[in-house]
């Protein structure tokens, strides 16, 4: 089991997403910002380390709002915490993606997301998380 966290940025009604390179992992799917928790990490602290190497921010508060599980093929378990972040400093910037967006809530659907994030935009579109 691979212990995962992402946040949710908003900047009004949209949220941050960021598409993953084309020479890694699940080439060009779309994600939430974030990354492993590394062993004795704990999550929030996790959260800030994988924002300030990937997009360059420090962030403020971060509230987990929703985790859930997703197997990938036969030889991979995530466990996902997504975290609401309240607030952040610094330009956003792409230091590990091909491309990232700010998108509306609407919009979310039309990006090849991972199959992780998906309950987790379902969730989003229906209103049901607050944003």
Request: a negative charge; charged letters at 30%; hydrophobic letters at 45%.
């Given at each position: 089991?691979?212990?995962?966290?992402?946040?949710?940025?908003?900047?009004?009604?949209?949220?941050?997403?960021?598409?993953?390179?084309?020479?890694?992992?699940?080439?060009?799917?779309?994600e939430f910002p974030g990354g492993k928790v590394e062993v004795g990490e704990?999550?929030?602290?996790?959260?800030?380390?994988?924002?300030?190497?990937?997009?360059?921010?420090?962030?403020?508060?971060?509230?987990?709002?929703?985790?859930?599980?997703?197997?990938?093929?036969?030889?991979?378990?995530?466990?996902?915490?997504?975290?609401?972040?309240?607030?952040?400093?610094?330009?956003?910037?792409?230091?590990?993606?091909?491309?990232?967006?700010?998108?509306?809530?609407?919009?979310?659907?039309?990006?090849?997301?991972?199959?992780?994030?998906l309950p987790l935009i379902e969730k989003l579109t229906a209103g049901e998380?607050?944003?």
């Amino acid at each position: 089991m691979i212990q995962v966290v992402a946040a949710l940025i908003s900047d009004g009604d949209r949220l941050l997403v960021c598409q993953r390179r084309a020479d890694g992992p699940f080439p060009l799917k779309w994600e939430f910002p974030g990354g492993k928790v590394e062993v004795g990490e704990e999550e929030v602290d996790a959260l800030r380390r994988e924002l300030r190497e990937e997009l360059a921010i420090e962030i403020g508060g971060a509230t987990p709002i929703l985790r859930t599980r997703h197997r990938y093929g036969a030889a991979m378990e995530v466990d996902l915490l997504f975290f609401r972040v309240e607030n952040f400093r610094g330009p956003v910037a792409s230091r590990s993606f091909h491309q990232i967006r700010w998108v509306s809530l609407q919009d979310l659907k039309a990006l090849d997301f991972l199959e992780g994030d998906l309950p987790l935009i379902e969730k989003l579109t229906a209103g049901e998380l607050g944003f």
